[in-house]
């Protein structure tokens, strides 16, 4: 992946196995309370701003405190088990649960984006109506129109070099076999297609097709890419094969061909002929200006499908230490002066201007500066220029294809295109902007300073500490779900041809160019181009004949000259005046190339970005203007589905068991306005205007035909009944890919076979289908998929229900459901551990309402236990999905890192641990002291143990009692 926009350490890098961390405070950090709070690291311990005695650290077992010997190892411990370890280190604060140290801002940064993603429900290569209708043998559709078309081009073409080697033979007297030309033909074109096909298609599209046809070929003009390569291929042929051809069709000997029914041969074909005929002719390869990268969408025909709205989240998880900014070492008892200058400086212009201007942005979520700034830079990246859609390109973000089995071709494209979100995040947003000023502008400068100092001791005397200065930073857990799925119609717009977009066009799209230009350098030149025409020109100049004029006037001064010394240049005057009209002209002629060059560059510019910048120009249109022009539009409103190979009579297959295409109904035809919502357009794709379809019931046989495509996303709901006395369960069922949107089955078993049977009925058992076990010991049976527990009876059946609801399921968790089954009932305790659980919440917020943090599995109620089991395979398509993004911010965290080496001697660090011990009794003492008073006061006794006499004035002899210390009689502790 990328690297984020100031971090230097990928998001793979970041990815801890099986998903998001549960941040904990390292062992071994022991901050003072109202203190800054510890910053969770990468497993280092992570010291705070003061620290209690250095060397008292958390201990993990009971183990009390003992001092090091010099030579390291540990002395014997005291014997005696008192709390004294235990009040320190609750003094010290050492048994408090320290967290984040920000841990309740994380909601604050959390932030959604949406893109978008588009399944046509026709191929734009798929036929308008059935070929097979009138007899035709030729398939409904190619699996590759293009590569079909090319291989045909190439097909033609070999055939007519074995009509050419015939024609050849028999005007040398031979008799040819048409069967020989036939098989002459074929046999070479399918060596060609083995080894080079492909291949050659793929290098073809590299080249560019303006400059193909710019090639001149005897009678050949303006000729097309594909007719060009096999031309190509006939030289080749005609030079190297030809005299082996007509040998062939002369003696029949296939022998003479081996050389050329070799890889070897096509190999070397494939490799020659791109260099001899397109490098070596000129041909160039990229993007040469005078063609689109990309073939625009026909405008023929209006397209239907499905928009995909994939929903990438945010999560704040906690705060780190980023980036080291600075370190200040500091040696026991020393102490530095650390300076911090923050300088503001403000720039301000005035000036007079008229502007108008209307902004519009459309975010969805909460966003944050740090966020928002990531997904701007991968938008740049992946080429959107942040406009009102991501529609990505032809291949990861696009599908046209109705299929069966599609479900789990959906499913790959799901999970492929939530890693490319998650890595290469990109922002949604619209931006309208219409801006016509003139500003005359005086600028002046204010600058203000804030110093801010402070002083950093080490307060300790035996050990060096480094105080760390690292930015914070904010560590974001991103996943992405699909959250929506909508009909809609794309709507081609015309883009004018690479040729036509010059002065002229730009001069007349001026308006919306100036406010979405792309690059802020070209405004000049654009500026330029609507205030001049392309070719001023340069005015007719009568200079010459006004210097010749000067000349003959300057002659008669000549002669009536009488002075003396030197003679005066009579000429200079017409000189001068012609050199000044050269200088003129050459400065104009400078500044028109000048011009031309920086045009030249913008129309490059406007070229390559030519999608942008159309859109800019559709999105000004006038909204009555753009419906008036779509309502002389018509676009089929019904649909039949025709499989690729005909069905066998008497059935009727579902778009979701096999492969076919929707063909639209003659006569059904409606105006373009009754289709669309006219709300809109909600974005763009390619050269298409983007709508939502009209919820009409008109246009039911249109939602019908979506229906079918937007099953691939459809939850269905599977129930399995066990007959009486079958003896398994049914652990978990998946529609995997179901045949229809409502479906039943009946599964039979027969002990005799081991196996499941799908009961059909009128048809006999020895007929029916056979349901196929999996590895994974999973049953599957037309596209259902079940996890059966216990050993089933002979005869029992199993009654499966399909029914698609109206809820949306994320492909890619079907397919994990179906690849991933729920644990047994024996397992679940295992499966479901404390981390486990933990983590399923940090993932699934909507597990999290539902468990408030219980992470125990055997204390929570079975409403709790079902909602686990429901959010299980979502837990782990977005932990396996999800990526770890830091993101570094402006602000620093400081932090404390101590010394490992103390630098005192050995008998001085034995003297503490002895003023320790002594303390230490002292504890003891005053806690029995204590506790003999607790007794005495408990016996009645109110003395104080400390005064050795008392004087009792009182005629009651009981007094004498309440003050006695005699401790001879006392209860004992």
């Not at 979405?516 to 001023?536: T, W």
Request: hydrophobic share 35%.
């Amino acid at each position: 992946m990328a690297k984020n926009g100031r971090s230097s350490r990928t998001t793979k890098d970041l990815v801890p196995q099986g998903g998001p961390p549960t941040l904990q405070t390292p062992v071994g950090t022991t901050p003072l309370t109202a203190r800054l709070p510890v910053i969770p690291g990468d497993g280092a311990e992570i010291t705070g701003l003061m620290f209690g005695p250095v060397g008292l650290v958390r201990s993990t077992d009971p183990t009390p405190l003992t001092p090091t010997s010099p030579d390291g190892a540990a002395s014997p411990a005291p014997q005696e088990a008192d709390a004294f370890e235990g009040h320190l280190a609750e003094l010290l604060g050492l048994e408090s649960n320290v967290g984040s140290a920000l841990a309740g801002l994380d909601t604050a940064a959390d932030a959604t984006y949406d893109f978008d993603e588009y399944v046509l429900l026709r191929n734009l290569d798929d036929p308008y109506i059935d070929p097979r209708r009138y007899g035709s043998s030729e398939p409904l559709r190619p699996v590759q129109p293009r590569l079909a078309t090319f291989a045909e081009t190439v097909r033609r073409t070999v055939d007519n070099f074995a009509l050419l080697a015939e024609g050849l033979a028999r005007a040398g007297g031979v008799t040819v076999e048409s069967s020989y030309v036939g098989s002459l033909g074929a046999s070479l074109f399918s060596w060609w297609y083995g080894v080079c096909a492909v291949r050659a298609y793929n290098q073809l599209q590299t080249y560019s097709p303006t400059a193909i046809a710019q090639q001149e070929f005897k009678d050949l003009s303006g000729i097309a890419p594909n007719d060009y390569y096999a031309y190509c291929i006939y030289l080749i042929l005609q030079d190297r094969v030809q005299d082996a051809a007509i040998t062939y069709l002369t003696t029949k000997d296939l022998a003479t061909l081996d050389e050329f029914l070799s890889g070897d041969f096509w190999e070397e074909v494939n490799d020659t002929l791109f260099d001899n005929h397109f490098v070596k002719a000129g041909i160039p390869t990229g993007d040469t200006g005078d063609d689109y990268s990309f073939d625009p969408i026909p405008l023929d025909e209006v397209l239907f499908g499905l928009q995909v709205v994939h929903r990438q989240s945010w999560t704040l998880l906690a705060y780190g230490r980023g980036e080291l900014v600075k370190s200040i070492p500091l040696g026991p008892r020393e102490s530095q002066k650390v300076s911090v200058k923050v300088t503001t400086r403000t720039k301000v212009s005035h000036g007079s201007e008229e502007s108008s201007s209307y902004e519009r942005t459309t975010e969805s979520g909460i966003t944050t500066k740090d966020t928002a700034e990531v997904v701007r830079e991968a938008s740049n990246k992946l080429n959107t220029h942040a406009e009102a859609e991501v529609s990505g390109g032809y291949g990861p973000f696009v599908q046209a294809k109705v299929s069966g089995g599609m479900a789990s071709e959906q499913a790959g494209s799901s999970r492929d295109t939530k890693n490319r979100l998650n890595e290469v995040m990109s922002k949604t947003a619209s931006r309208m902007k219409r801006d016509t000023k003139v500003t005359v502008s005086t600028e002046s400068e204010n600058t203000y300073e804030v110093s801010r100092s402070s002083e950093l001791t080490n307060p300790n005397d035996e050990l060096a500490v480094t105080y760390l200065y690292h930015r914070l930073q904010q560590r974001f857990w991103v996943s992405t779900r699909i959250a929506e799925v909508h009909s809609v119609v794309l709507v081609p717009e015309a883009l004018p041809p690479a040729s036509a977009i010059d002065e002229a066009w730009i001069a007349r799209n001026g308006d919306v160019l100036v406010s979405s230009l792309l690059d802020p350098g070209l405004a000049g030149v654009l500026s330029a181009v609507r205030k001049e025409p392309p070719n001023m020109g340069l005015p007719d100049s009568d200079a010459f004949q006004e210097s010749a004029l000067a000349a003959i006037r300057a002659t008669d001064n000549y002669r009536s000259y009488t002075g003396q010394g030197t003679m005066p240049n009579f000429l200079a005057s017409g000189q001068q005046y012609h050199e000044r009209d050269l200088e003129r002209r050459a400065a104009r002629v400078s500044d028109a190339a000048r011009r031309n060059h920086q045009v030249d560059a913008l129309i490059a510019h406007i070229r390559r970005n030519i999608l942008h910048y159309m859109r800019a120009i559709w999105r000004a249109e006038d909204f009555d203007q753009r419906m008036q022009r779509y309502n002389r539009r018509l676009v089929p409103t019904q649909w039949v589905f025709v499989p690729d190979a005909r069905p066998p009579a008497g059935t009727m297959p579902t778009p979701l068991e096999v492969d076919g295409a929707f063909l639209p109904v003659a006569g059904s035809e409606r105006a373009l306005t009754q289709v669309i919502d006219p709300i809109g357009p909600i974005g763009y794709l390619f050269n298409c205007a983007v709508y939502r379809l009209r919820d009409d019931p008109r246009l039911a046989n249109t939602h019908q035909a979506l229906a079918w495509l937007r099953a691939a996303y459809t939850r269905f709901d599977t129930r399995v009944e066990p007959s009486k006395s079958a003896g398994v369960t049914v652990r978990q069922a998946v529609a995997v890919s179901p045949r229809s949107l409502h479906d039943d089955l009946t599964l039979v078993y027969r002990d005799s076979r081991r196996e499941w049977l799908v009961a059909v009925d009128g048809k006999p058992e020895d007929e029916w289908p056979r349901a196929t076990s999996t590895p994974g010991g999973a049953l599957d049976a037309l596209g259902v998929r079940l996890w059966i527990d216990g050993v089933p009876a002979d005869d029992a059946r199993l009654n499966v229900v399909v029914r698609a609801s109206t809820e949306l399921e994320d492909p890619h968790i079907r397919l994990t459901r179906a690849t991933k089954p729920l644990p047994a009932a024996t397992d679940e305790p295992a499966t479901f551990t404390e981390p486990a659980l933990r983590q399923m919440q940090q993932v699934v917020p909507e597990l999290a309402r539902t468990l408030r943090d219980a992470i125990d599995w055997g204390a929570l109620t079975e409403v709790q236990r079902q909602a686990v089991r429901a959010a299980y395979h979502e837990w782990i398509v977005l932990r396996e999905s999800g990526r770890l993004v830091p993101l570094e911010t402006d602000n620093v965290v400081l932090s404390l890192a101590s010394g490992a080496t103390p630098l005192l001697e050995p008998f001085k660090r034995l003297h503490r641990y002895i003023d320790v011990l002594r303390e230490r009794e002292v504890v003891r003492r005053n806690e029995l002291d204590n506790e003999r008073r607790r007794l005495l006061l408990d016996a009645g006794r109110l003395g104080d143990p400390d005064v050795d006499r008392v004087s009792i004035v009182s005629a009651d002899p009981s007094f004498a009692n309440l003050v006695d210390t005699d401790e001879s009689d006392a209860p004992h502790p």
